[in-house]
């Protein structure tokens, strides 16, 4: 129409070019703008990939994990089992009274009724035992029951105990 000569107003013409510019100019930004965000989505989806590749790794690195889970879980129950019977054999030929407070102890004391005497320390509370109180210790008899000063919990002689 422009080219054809068909508008005789110099105005009209001159708006009509002015538009037609315009268009031109928002067509190229629109284009632009289009650019931009295939980059933006280019990059979206590269990161998805990337993202997609962790997680399937670490999904396979979850079921390692879980199998080595189950096998540790079957493990410990199997010790666990062993030494509940151990425990019910050793513990069948103990006194009931000692028995009854063992178990009292060791309700009190977070699962811990019985320490082992090393080295003059308590393994339940590591209080060192004074020379007076070790004196008394070496002099009672192995069958009788001795308890800690600090933690009164039943104390095991050993051959580490520095008596």
């Not at 999904?59 to 151990?86: C, H, M, P």
Request: charged fraction near 35%; glycine fraction near 8%.
């Amino acid at each position: 129409m422009i080219d054809a000569g068909q508008v005789k107003d110099p105005k009209a013409l001159q708006r009509m070019l002015g538009e037609l510019e315009s268009l031109h100019r928002r067509i190229n930004d629109l284009e632009d703008v289009e650019l931009e965000v295939m980059e933006q989505l280019e990059e979206a989806q590269t990161s998805l990939d990337r993202r997609t590749v962790d997680l399937t790794a670490l999904d396979g690195e979850d079921v390692e994990l879980r199998a080595a889970l189950e096998q540790k879980t079957g493990e410990l129950q199997a010790q666990l089992a062993s030494v509940q019977a151990e425990r019910k054999t050793t513990a069948s030929g103990l006194p009931d009274d000692l028995m009854a407070l063992y178990e009292k102890l060791r309700a009190q004391k977070d699962g811990v009724g019985a320490a082992a005497l090393r080295r003059r320390e308590c393994g339940g509370c590591r209080l060192t035992l004074n020379a007076s109180d070790l004196g008394l210790i070496a002099k009672a008899p192995t069958d009788e029951v001795i308890r800690c000063e600090e933690c009164n919990r039943i104390l095991v002689r050993t051959g580490e105990s520095g008596l």
